[in-house]
Every structure is written in C-alpha cells, then in structure tokens.
C-alpha cells in the first residue's frame, strides 16, 4: 500500500512541474511530507457541523426531567422525558455542541455531576432537521432553576435566575 501511496503522491509532484531527480532524498522527503499531510489532516475533514443535523435558525423550549446524562466524547448527551399537550410521555434527546475538554476551556462552572436523574429542566435548543424527530442541540439550559452554560460565552451570573 505504501508503495502505491508513495506512486501516486510522485505522480501528483510530477504533474505539478516539480521535477526531483528519481533517487533525490528530497524527492522521498517531499513525498513523505505530503502524504503525513493528507493523513494527519483526515479528522478536520471527518467532523460534522451542526447546521447539517440541527436547524440553527430555529429554537424550541422544553421542560421535562433528566432520565440519563453523559458527559463524554464526542460530545455530551442528555436525555429527559417531556409531557406532551394530551399528557404521553415523549423521550427526548439532546447533545453539546461542545466536547468535554472544550466545556473544560471555556470554563463553564460546573461538572459532570451537576446533572442528575430525576432533575428537573428547561432547555432551549435547535430542533432535529427530520420532522417529528425528539433529538435537539443544546443551546441554553436550566436544571433545577439554575442556568448552566453549554456552549460558548460567560459562565451565568451566580444564584437563581
């Protein structure tokens, strides 16, 4: 497979009017180079934007209570059941725009066990693109009367809001 990598990358060094003598340790070093470059590059072009899944011009409010919370990777993900108009029981789930180590950095004031089963809350977020789905991206959250911050900007004021 190298072989074929390091094929083809010559290949692209020659059709761009690079000309490297054939046995040119700069030629190997380039080719080397180059192929760390698209490898090492892969993740940036794997991850996925919100805006893809979720309708970030749109906001939906719901208050419901926490039955699971997960603060892992890729991003945090809560899960809450809300009552609808006639009264049923609708499983809802919602995800951070921000991974664990990135909440950490912004220094949003609160931990992995700040959310409980059985707390109650109030989320605002982005709903689902697929209609009738119950999954949404965080935007604004309180939990148990108390603002905690999910995504970019100052942590909230202390106390109740």
Known sequence: MLTALYTSTAEAIESMGILLPEDSG????????????????APA????????????????ALTGTVTEFS????????????KDADGNIQHWGSEFAPTPLMMKQMNVGWARDTIKTGDTITITCNPHRVPGST???AKELIVNGKKLTVGPGRPPAQGKE
């Open 26 to 41: 700069m030629r190997k070093h380039l080719m080397n180079w180059l192929i760390v470059g698209v490898i090492g590059s």
């Open 45 to 60: 072009f794997a991850h996925h934007g919100t805006s893809v899944t979720y309708q970030t011009d749109k906001t939906i």
């Open 71 to 82: 603060f892992s990777y890729p991003h945090p993900q809560l899960y809450f059941d809300v």
């Open 135 to 137: 999954a949404c991206l």
